[in-house]
């Protein structure tokens, strides 16, 4: 075997090869959440499947560890490594839509900013992320959970078809027709069985949306998590809604007397007729006073890129996760109790519901397996200040434990921190056998192992 060196591996490559002389290489190695701080040997920004191909062949040949990056988004940093190779996919993020067939091919490297902006122009979405700057690869292949989540299913559930770049440096397309097993386990299975250079997606009819937010008075916080977890039980399909914490940032809608005080939010988003969402938003307004909002119809990508700035790049991220069947009148306390304490603007705690359209699909259809779960609960700590860290991360571990015995055992991949690794199993639940027995065909030696990993 003809081990591949730096400079062939510059020559295989389209796209930039930049190892740790070059020029570029703190800003290449960077990801979304500061905290992470690695030091990779190459970060390669591919441009095409063959660029993906080549630097697949140099790791594993090398013996390094591959990440794989997307959005750049994981909070615990999968997309950079020590001492091993990343593969960029920042510069493949082309969207190419088929309004005929009511399909959309994304490349790996895509944000649901890209997604969105170019499937609104034909009047077509598919289920993505709540902000726009997330990537379409680590958010689908670890579930998928956004506004049009009730209506349509889980990102992943939009799937019809990945290409995807092997432990073995093949090419592959994996589909319900083709290579099924490995189309099964990216379905949920995230990074672990190789580089998904395209995505194809089913996208469906959805261009302005009725939707924004609206804050609380925290003494209405407990009749709002009551009225919510019976309301979203049956509410039309149509409807993305969920609670969450939130202090109230210094912008023109919001009263200034009330910036920097922590209310219970409702954040909507109504996909049906654009003429009915006020109607179907009413059930906000009637449970109690709305004390400032941003809410009325908008394009779809509006609202999807609408709470960016709170999210900037380079802030620091823990954060933890749970599924949820039932919200008990304890959880809600345990919620009471944590959420007035959110720390700084940037922090949140979301209830994502995940019924509807998620739950007609069965666990074992998909490598998905809480199709039962009503809710994904996020403990999402996001802090400025590195001086900051101990007493955010000590936030959200307190709000964990008590929220965590009145969940499920698992919790959403994609929302856990690196400290998580033990409860991979309880996310699969019952998939995770099969996993293991697709990882062990694709990528016997672990060669994508900076992930929530699942051993072969
Ligand atoms: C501000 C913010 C908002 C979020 N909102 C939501 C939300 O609304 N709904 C939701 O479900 N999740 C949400 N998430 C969580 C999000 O789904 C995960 O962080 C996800 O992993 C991010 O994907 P990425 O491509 O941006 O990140 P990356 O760091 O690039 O990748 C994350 C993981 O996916 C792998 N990966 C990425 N692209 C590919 C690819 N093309 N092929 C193979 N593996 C790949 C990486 O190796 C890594 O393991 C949010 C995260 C943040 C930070």
């Not at 003809?2 to 062939?8: E, G, N, R, Y």
Request: proline share 6%; charged share 20%.
């Amino acid at each position: 075997m003809v081990t591949l060196t730096l400079d062939k591996l510059r020559e295989q490559v389209r796209g930039d090869v930049i190892a740790a002389a070059d020029p570029g290489y703190d800003e290449a190695r960077k990801v979304y959440n500061a905290m992470i701080d690695r030091r990779p040997e190459v970060v390669v920004r591919a441009v095409n499947a063959g660029d993906v191909m080549a630097s697949v062949n140099f790791a594993r040949e090398g013996r390094l560890p591959i990440a794989i990056r997307g959005g750049g988004h994981s909070v615990p940093g999968f997309g950079t490594c020590d001492g091993g190779v990343v593969v960029d996919l920042a510069r493949m993020r082309g969207v190419h839509v088929d309004p005929k067939a009511r399909t959309a091919r994304a490349e790996g490297g895509a944000t649901w900013g890209d997604f969105n902006a170019a499937t609104n122009a034909f009047g077509l979405a598919s289920t993505g992320g709540i902000v726009s700057t997330t990537g379409v690869g680590g958010l689908t292949l670890g579930g998928g959970i956004g506004y049009l989540a009730r209506g349509f299913g889980l990102s992943l559930d939009n799937l019809i078809s990945a290409d995807v770049v092997t432990a073995d440096g093949s090419f592959q397309v994996a589909s319900e027709k083709e290579n099924e097993d490995l189309f099964w386990a990216i379905r949920g299975g995230s990074s672990n069985f190789g580089v998904v250079t395209s995505f194809e997606f089913r996208v469906h009819p959805v261009k302005d949306i009725y939707g924004g937010v609206m804050f609380y008075e925290l003494k209405h916080v407990g009749d709002i998590l009551r009225f919510y977890r019976q309301f979203i039980s049956d509410a039309p399909e149509e409807l993305g809604a969920f609670p969450g914490f939130q202090i109230a940032p210094p912008l023109p809608f919001i009263p200034e007397k009330l910036h920097g005080e922590t209310f219970i939010v409702i954040v909507g988003c109504w996909a049906g007729p654009v003429d009915q969402g006020e109607k179907a938003f009413k059930p906000f307004h009637d449970v109690a006073p709305v004390v400032a909002e941003m809410v009325g119809p908008m394009p779809y990508p509006a609202l999807n890129s609408a709470f960016d700035g709170l999210y900037p790049h380079g802030l620091q991220h823990y954060w933890k996760a749970n599924f949820v069947k039932e919200l008990t009148d304890d959880a809600i306390a345990a919620h009471i109790e944590h959420g007035a304490k959110v720390p700084v603007v940037n922090s949140t705690v979301h209830i994502y519901p995940i019924n509807g359209a998620c739950h007609r699909v069965a666990s074992d259809d998909t490598a998905f397996a809480y199709r039962d779960a009503n809710f994904a609960t996020v403990i999402a700590g996001m802090w400025p200040d590195p001086a900051q860290n101990q007493a955010n991360i000590k936030w959200v571990r307190d709000y964990y434990d008590a929220t965590a015995p009145l969940s499920e055992e698992g919790g959403y991949i994609n929302f856990m921190a690196e400290d998580d690794q033990g409860r991979i199993k309880a996310n699969y639940r019952g998939n995770y056998g099969r996993l293991v027995e697709v990882k062990r065909k694709y990528d016997p030696d672990n060669l994508f192992r900076v992930n929530q990993n699942i051993k072969p």
